[in-house]
C-alpha cells in the first residue's frame, strides 16, 4: 500500500474544514493528511487546532503555489511515497482517492488526476468554455489531451513531489503539467464527482477567472514552450 499524504490547502476555510477533515478520517482512515493554513483572516487556524488536525499554519498568504510547496516538502521529507492535492473546501470527495492511487501504482503514473470529464461529457457555460480552451492549447502543444486541466483533485508521486517541493517554477496549475507532459511525465485521469462549494473564499473569485483562463493559455502556448525540458525518468 503507497503511503499518502493529503495536502489540504486551505484559505479562509472555517465554516468547510471540519467536515472536510472528518469526511477524509472516516472515508480514508489509512491515509495522513496535513491542513496547511495560507494565513487565513478566519478561525480557520483555531478550528483545526481546537479539534486536535494536524495543521502547517502559515503566518501569511502564499497562495496556492506556495501552500502546495510546503505541503510537498513536508511528504518529500518525511519519506510519503505519494501526495495527494485535497481542497479544503468540500468539493472534493474522498472515496475517490483510493481508485487514483490504485491507477498510479498500475499505470506507473507520474500524476493522477481526479477528473469530472474522464467519462463525461463537459457541459455548455461560460467556465466550461476557458476549460476547454486550455485543454485544447494542452493538446496542441503536446499531442496529449487532458479532459480536466484544471481539476485541483492531483496526485503525485514522489518525484514529481520532489520537484514541486524543490524546484522553481513549478506550481499546481495546467501550463506545469503540460510542460512535465512535454518533458515525458506520465499523467493519467481518474472519473471523479465534485460537489458545489457552500462556504469559503476560492483563491480563483468570478472576477478573476477569465484573467486565469488567458494567462494559462499564454503560459502554455508561449512560455511552457520555450522552457528548457529536463528529464523525469
Given at each position: 500500500?503507497?503511503?499518502?499524504?493529503?495536502?489540504?490547502?486551505?484559505?479562509?476555510?472555517?465554516?468547510?474544514?471540519?467536515?472536510?477533515?472528518?469526511?477524509?478520517?472516516?472515508?480514508?482512515?489509512?491515509y495522513?493528511?496535513?491542513?496547511?493554513?495560507?494565513?487565513?483572516?478566519?478561525?480557520t487556524?483555531?478550528?483545526?487546532?481546537?479539534?486536535?488536525?494536524?495543521l502547517?499554519?502559515l503566518?501569511?498568504?502564499?497562495?496556492?503555489?506556495?501552500?502546495?510547496?510546503?505541503?510537498?516538502?513536508?511528504?518529500?521529507?518525511?519519506?510519503?511515497?505519494?501526495?495527494?492535492?485535497?481542497?479544503?473546501?468540500?468539493?472534493?470527495?474522498?472515496?475517490y482517492?483510493?481508485?487514483?492511487?490504485?491507477?498510479?501504482?498500475?499505470?506507473?503514473?507520474?500524476i493522477?488526476?481526479?477528473?469530472?470529464?474522464?467519462?463525461?461529457?463537459?457541459?455548455?457555460?461560460?467556465?466550461?468554455?476557458?476549460?476547454?480552451l486550455?485543454?485544447?492549447?494542452?493538446?496542441?502543444?503536446?499531442?496529449k489531451?487532458?479532459?480536466?486541466?484544471?481539476?485541483?483533485?492531483?496526485?503525485?508521486?514522489?518525484?514529481?513531489?520532489?520537484r514541486?517541493?524543490?524546484?522553481?517554477?513549478?506550481g499546481?496549475?495546467?501550463?506545469?503539467?503540460?510542460?512535465?507532459?512535454?518533458?515525458?511525465?506520465?499523467?493519467?485521469?481518474?472519473?471523479?464527482?465534485?460537489?458545489?462549494?457552500e462556504?469559503?473564499?476560492?483563491?480563483?473569485?468570478?472576477?478573476?477567472?477569465?484573467?486565469?483562463?488567458l494567462?494559462?493559455?499564454?503560459?502554455?502556448?508561449?512560455?511552457?514552450?520555450?522552457r528548457?525540458?529536463?528529464?523525469?525518468?
Amino acid at each position: 500500500m503507497l503511503k499518502v499524504l493529503i495536502i489540504i490547502p486551505a484559505y479562509n476555510e472555517a465554516g468547510s474544514i471540519q467536515k472536510v477533515v472528518e469526511g477524509l478520517s472516516r472515508v480514508c482512515p489509512g491515509y495522513n493528511y496535513l491542513v496547511v493554513n495560507d494565513g487565513s483572516r478566519d478561525e480557520t487556524a483555531a478550528v483545526c487546532r481546537k479539534n486536535g488536525y494536524h495543521l502547517l499554519d502559515l503566518p501569511v498568504n502564499v497562495g496556492l503555489a506556495g501552500v502546495m510547496q510546503a505541503g510537498f516538502r513536508y511528504a518529500y521529507d518525511n519519506g510519503y511515497d505519494c501526495a495527494l492535492q485535497f481542497d479544503g473546501d468540500g468539493q472534493h470527495q474522498p472515496q475517490y482517492i483510493e481508485g487514483m492511487c490504485r491507477r498510479m501504482e498500475e499505470c506507473g503514473a507520474d500524476i493522477v488526476i481526479g477528473s469530472r470529464f474522464a467519462q463525461k461529457k463537459k457541459p455548455n457555460s461560460l467556465r466550461m468554455a476557458g476549460s476547454r480552451l486550455i485543454q485544447d492549447m494542452i493538446r496542441i502543444t503536446t499531442g496529449k489531451t487532458i479532459k480536466d486541466p484544471t481539476s485541483g483533485m492531483r496526485l503525485f508521486n514522489r518525484a514529481m513531489m520532489e520537484r514541486f517541493a524543490y524546484t522553481m517554477n513549478y506550481g499546481p496549475e495546467p501550463d506545469t503539467i503540460s510542460y512535465l507532459l512535454r518533458c515525458g511525465s506520465r499523467v493519467e485521469e481518474v472519473q471523479v464527482e465534485m460537489r458545489e462549494r457552500e462556504t469559503g473564499e476560492s483563491y480563483l473569485n468570478a472576477g478573476r477567472a477569465v484573467q486565469y483562463m488567458l494567462q494559462m493559455c499564454l503560459s502554455i502556448v508561449v512560455i511552457q514552450a520555450f522552457r528548457r525540458r529536463e528529464g523525469m525518468r
